[in-house]
């Protein structure tokens, strides 16, 4: 071979090597070495940027951003895929934005969550245009759906525009299709009173409203056959809710979110033919008297409701015949049940409480009126204690005089009693803080995992936290969080 042709090869070879391609380059956005699959231009990953590297990753992770481009695990998890996000790339949305503002969202999902921009439900009432949140449904309710009142309102009931209350109550009952009454934030002077059946429910969202009442007014009046469901209402006064009339039809009334506070020596709650629903609300009395009162064909069912008197011992008053209550997941202080039923013929009336705590200042019947498990036997009533805690605070006995025919206990403690009645457990419940009114139980109490099943059988507790946190539910109104 001659000298030219051995210089040409040299240089042939060197030329060769000069130009093979390092497979961890990357500098033009291209990775050759299919182990090293993703070129990691501004060293996102590895503090050496334009660098192909080997990729292990959770797969459709979201990653890291970069500028307007979201970086998320592949399919298979052995690479990243790039997306360009048209509303930017928010390591707080896990990617590519959804939505910088509510109008970027859809019907079903209507807010931009200002933490996420993702789209999501309402949650609250303000995050809503129209000022209401179907909570159930997570939309906003139209505002066209709507009718707005204000404590001084004298306008066409419209958000721009509201009007007086009475003025908003009217509009709705008499739409043929009825709308919500949306009460806007401030203090009523005036009752909130419907008594016209409507062609639905009237729903009434009074976040952020009071009701401020005096003398023989109340805040809220359901009936002649009327059907309302309010929500986060707050009322004080001396009277408060009256729901239903003798000789009317039915009317229906459930309440959420409410707090409800009086000064006087009378009944927050009365009912006369009427179905009540109380949920997730307080009832704070600051005088004797009784927290509510049921007369002829009334049904009560409240859940997760805290009664307490601040003062002195206020009352469930059951009276009348066909009577049904149903109490659970509540909380009631120097609150006691007091029964008068008059029933003749059956079904008679029904009492029932489960999963609730008791704290009393007295005996549950020593003092208080109405011997609901004191006396003789009354054949068309009946009085259950269910999964319970009666806790006296004193020496004295969770129940006087008890007749424990008249009463039924089922797996419920009493915390002072002599003897131990048939159903019950006689034990300190052994309550967080007493003298603070904390009346969750300490990781050492006896009411804990006991449940057992029985006529009602509960989801939650007071605080709404589900049941059960351990093997079986606990007694009382709260759950303990192991």
Same mark, same amino acid.
């Given at each position: ?9 040299? +240089? ?15 500098? =033009? ?45 592949? &399919? ?14 928010? #390591? ?51 505002? %066209? ?22 003025? /908003? ?16 934030? $401030? ?13 639905? #429910? ?33 009322? @004080? &006064? ?5 729901? &239903? ?13 409410? *707090? ?11 009912? @006369? ?16 008297? *009784? ?17 307490? %008197?601040?003062?002195? $011992? /206020? ?12 109490? @659970? ?5 120097? +609150? ?34 109405? =011997? ?9 009533? *009946? ?39 048939? &159903? ?59």
């Amino acid at each position: 071979m001659g000298t030219a042709r051995i210089a040409i090869l040299f +240089v042939s070879l060197a030329i060769s090597g000069c130009t093979e391609r390092n497979p961890a380059y990357c500098g =033009d956005g291209f990775c050759i070495d299919p182990a090293r699959p993703y070129c990691d231009l501004d060293g996102a990953f590895q503090e050496t940027s334009g660098t192909c590297i080997a990729v292990e990753c959770e797969p459709l992770e979201f990653a890291v951003c970069r500028g307007d481009i979201a970086i998320t695990c592949s &399919g298979s998890g052995n690479d990243y895929d790039e997306t360009q996000c048209s509303l930017g790339c928010e #390591p707080g949305a896990g990617g590519c934005r959804q939505c910088r503002a509510n109008t970027q969202c859809e019907v079903a999902t209507p807010i931009c969550d200002s933490e996420t921009s993702h789209c999501r439900q309402c949650r609250t009432d303000d995050e809503c245009d129209s000022k209401v949140c179907d909570l159930a449904m997570g939309t906003c309710v139209p505002e %066209a759906s709507v009718v707005y009142a204000s404590p001084d309102g004298m306008g066409t009931c419209s958000l721009a525009q509201p009007c007086a209350l009475a003025s /908003a109550i009217t509009l709705a009952t008499n739409a043929v299709v009825t709308p919500t009454v949306r009460m806007l934030p $401030g203090t009523y002077d005036s009752s909130l009173e419907v008594r016209t059946p409507t062609a639905a #429910p009237l729903e009434v969202v009074a976040t952020q409203a009071d009701i401020l009442v005096v003398g023989s007014v109340r805040a809220v009046v359901v009936k002649d056959g009327a059907s309302v469901n309010i929500r986060n209402l707050s009322a @004080t &006064g001396e009277l408060l809710v009256q729901c &239903g009339n003798a000789n009317a039809p039915f009317s229906s009334l459930s309440i959420r979110g409410a *707090s409800f506070k009086t000064a006087g020596a009378a009944s927050v709650v009365d009912m @006369t033919r009427c179905n009540l629903n109380l949920t997730d609300s307080e009832v704070s009395m600051n005088a004797s008297g *009784s927290a509510i009162t049921t007369s002829d064909d009334s049904s009560l069912r409240a859940d997760r409701v805290h009664m307490h %008197a601040n003062i002195v $011992g /206020a009352t469930i008053i059951v009276a009348g015949a066909r009577t049904s209550v149903e109490i @659970t997941n509540s909380l009631l202080e120097n +609150v006691f049940p007091a029964v008068f039923t008059s029933d003749t013929t059956s079904p008679g009336s029904r009492l029932t409480f489960a999963y609730d705590t008791f704290v009393l200042s007295h005996s549950l019947d020593q003092g208080a009126p109405g =011997d609901i498990c004191e006396g003789s036997t009354v054949a068309l009533r *009946s009085v259950l204690f269910e999964n319970s805690v009666l806790a006296s605070q004193g020496a004295f006995e969770s129940v006087g005089n008890l007749n424990p025919l008249k009463c039924t206990f089922t797996n419920t403690i009493l915390s002072h009693q002599t003897g131990a009645p048939p &159903g019950t457990i006689v034990v300190d419940p052994q309550f967080i803080d007493v003298a603070n009114r904390d009346f969750h139980l300490k990781p050492s109490s006896p009411a804990i995992d006991i449940a057992v099943s029985g006529t009602i059988n509960v989801g939650h507790d007071l605080d709404g936290t589900l049941r059960p946190q351990g093997s079986s539910p606990d007694l009382g109104a709260y759950e303990h969080h192991p």
